[in-house]
């Protein structure tokens, strides 16, 4: 076990440092965290190991005692069937009113979680992390083209490959 758990460790503080040197991506201003909270449908991802193959991902979020937020991540992997899932946990990277969060699955490795996108309804969502992570999330599973369209135009506009997207099965 002492080898899986290096290895997992390992891992997950490259996938953290990898946005290091990157575009700064301004993260939204006015956010509340009470609204935000709650069920959302990845639409929209870019390839990641840890979602390789799932279906019907989700991310949903609450408030813990502490003040933190609960972080919980479920998906079907498509090959097996097996439903697949990961409690994080969440905290303000800085000022609670900017959607810039800091988000663990893994001991105290943080990584960016950047709100850059949100409707004033909190019904759709652009998450960024890095170059190589970025997420479209609705509060339904499907999401209106013009938003999805308006989204896509953002991420190519911070020079994201909007092509590398794969779009999430609901």
Known sequence: MGKISNVIGIFVLALFCLGKGEIKMESIHDF??????GLW???ARLPASFEKNLTNVTATYSLKENGTVKVENQGTDSKTNAVKKATGKAKFAGNPTIGYLKVSFFG????D???????KDYKYALVYSSKKYAWILSREKTM????LDQYLNSLKEFGIDTTKL????Q
């Open 108 to 111: 105290p490795f943080y990584g």
């Open 41 to 43: 449908y990845e639409i």
């Open 166 to 169: 794969i779009f999430s099965q």
């Open 113 to 119: 979680y950047k709100i850059i996108q949100l409707d």
């Open 32 to 37: 509340e965290l009470a609204k935000y909270l």
């Open 144 to 147: 209106e083209k013009e938003i």
